[in-house]
């Protein structure tokens, strides 16, 4: 399961005119009339991904994701500012974003869906999770089923999740120059806290 939050600062990165697509996902976990105790957001939030190829294995990590949780729906509504993954090399970045990813063109990535498993996690415990829904990347949709571990502690709950993303899937093109710098399948991490939803935070 992938789950993300949207925090002061989330829009970072994105340029204006597509803030009002982050909105319309966000909108998803209001969409039923729920109170604010039934509606959970990341505190912090990291999404990792490792590509293994034989030149040599890059990772980059995100620390800007955007998601909410509606409790009694088990909507999710996720959102990832492409443009802030970090690399350790700069150049590998600037590939990323200008050949590898198009971020000018397709700032976000995100993912829609909701929690299959009748999982009870209104009290303290730990318990696996499924959440079905589309996937978003590089302008392209795809249906995908994700699975994670979420762990409740009073009033917070943790979540960990790890996936694998083909390229070929999300017509994502690697120059025949770079075709060795990249692998044609990428390891995807996330990790995240989440807490209840404050409203006062997300009108600031």
């Known amino acids: 399961m992938i789950i993300f939050k949207l925090k002061p600062g ?20 209001f ?7 039934e509606l959970f957001s990341v505190s912090k939030g990291l999404v990792t991904f490792y590509s293994h190829a034989p030149i040599e294995d890059i ?32 150049l590998m970045q600037e590939h ?11 700032p976000m990535a995100s ?14 415990g730990e318990v696996q999770a499924t959440a079905k829904g589309i996937i978003s990347i590089h302008g392209v949709e795809k249906e995908m089923t994700l699975t994670g ?26 120059p025949k120059l770079l075709f060795e710098n990249i692998a044609e399948v990428i390891d995807v991490h996330v990790a995240l806290d989440y807490k209840p939803f404050q409203k006062s935070n997300s009108t600031k």
């Open 149 to 174: 571990t979420m762990k409740r502690t009073g009033n917070s709950i943790s979540l960990i999740s790890d996936f694998k993303i083909a390229i070929k899937d999300f017509n994502i093109t690697v």
């Open 59 to 90: 990772t980059a990590e995100n620390k800007q994701p955007g998601s909410m949780i509606n409790m009694t729906t088990r909507d999710i509504a996720v959102i990832i500012p492409i443009r802030n993954f970090k690399f350790a090399k700069e």
């Open 111 to 124: 993912f829609k869906g909701i929690i299959t498993d009748d999982v009870d996690i209104s009290k303290d």
């Open 31 to 37: 969409s039923r009339g729920v109170f604010a105790q």
């Open 10 to 29: 989330y829009n970072k990165g994105i340029p204006k005119n597509n803030e009002k697509t982050l909105l319309l996902i966000i909108f998803i976990c």
């Open 96 to 106: 990323f974003n200008e050949k590898y990813m198009e971020s000018e063109k397709y």
